[in-house]
């Protein structure tokens, strides 16, 4: 099924949590699926992230010409990068043996790229060329373990998607208030409605 990659999807505040995002629901055996099942909406996902997260990217478009190839890296990245900074937030603190293993899924995503990147005024490089997804992503990914960023995560209690927390007070629950947070309020005034009803028809 074709993805409509809109402005909700990339709520995450960058690229690596947007991708993370990509599996809809994660922790719900039941409700939970993969919106890169199809692994061409991997390139579709990439162009979409091109618009949404240009001023991530310096305006760099992202390039996934052939997505079933670079699949695999980019589902490596995507499921460490979840489970590492997942458990950052639960725990407060970074768990050696996931790190280990997103570093190597980050590695892995930057060896195919003869790129020059990481830049301190261009991390993802000259913007006049596409970046393989695959690299971005990486880097994106690696720029969570900057100080702070920790402090920043959260997990949306309605979606369980993960997103950075740029509010001034650090005090924002959602990851989307329009459409998680309006979610969230609706169950509650309808819960509260029915058992008002309830009383009322003892």
Same mark, same amino acid.
């Given at each position: 099924? /074709?993805? &409509?990659?809109?402005?909700h %999807?990339?709520?995450?505040?960058?690229l690596a949590?947007?991708?993370?995002? /990509?599996?809809?629901?994660?922790?719900?055996?039941?409700?939970?699926f993969?919106?890169? +099942?199809?692994a061409?909406?991997?390139?579709r996902?990439?162009?979409?992230? *091109?618009?949404?997260?240009? +001023?991530?990217?310096?305006?760099?478009?992202?390039?996934?010409?052939d997505?079933? +190839?670079?699949?695999?890296? #980019?589902? *490596?990245?995507r499921?460490? /990068?979840?489970? =590492?900074?997942r458990?950052?937030?639960?725990h %407060?603190?970074?768990?050696?043996?996931?790190?280990?293993?997103? =570093? %190597?899924?980050?590695?892995?995503?930057?060896?195919?790229?003869?790129? %020059?990147?990481?830049?301190?005024?261009?991390?993802?490089?000259?913007?006049? /060329?596409?970046?393989?997804?695959?690299?971005?992503?990486a880097? &994106?990914?690696?720029? =969570?373990?900057?100080?702070?960023?920790?402090?920043?995560?959260?997990?949306?209690?309605?979606?369980?998607w993960?997103?950075?927390?740029?509010?001034?007070?650090?005090?924002?629950?959602?990851?989307?208030?329009? #459409?998680?947070?309006?979610?969230?309020?609706? &169950?509650?005034?309808?819960?509260?409605?029915?058992?008002?009803q309830? #009383?009322?028809? #003892?």
């Open positions: 099924m /074709t993805v &409509s990659w809109i402005p %999807r990339f709520v995450g505040g960058i949590l947007d991708t993370a995002n /990509t599996v809809v629901l994660r922790g719900d055996a039941t409700r939970a993969d919106r890169f +099942a199809d061409a909406e991997i390139a996902f990439a162009e979409a992230a *091109s618009i949404f997260r240009a +001023a991530e990217l310096g305006g760099r478009p992202l390039a996934a010409d997505p079933h +190839a670079v699949a695999p890296l #980019v589902l *490596s990245i499921e460490t /990068t979840d489970r =590492l900074f458990g950052a937030v639960e %407060r603190a970074l768990a050696c043996d996931d790190l280990a293993a997103f =570093l %190597r899924a980050c590695a892995d995503g930057l060896a195919r790229s003869d790129k %020059r990147l990481c830049a301190p005024e261009r991390p993802f490089g000259d913007p006049s /060329t596409p970046l393989a997804f695959e690299a971005a992503l880097v &994106s990914a690696l720029s =969570l373990l900057a100080a702070g960023a920790l402090a920043r995560l959260r997990i949306c209690p309605n979606c369980n993960l997103f950075i927390d740029r509010s001034r007070n650090a005090s924002r629950l959602w990851c989307d208030m329009a #459409v998680c947070g309006n979610r969230r309020k609706a &169950s509650r005034h309808y819960r509260r409605r029915k058992a008002a309830e #009383v009322e028809d #003892v």
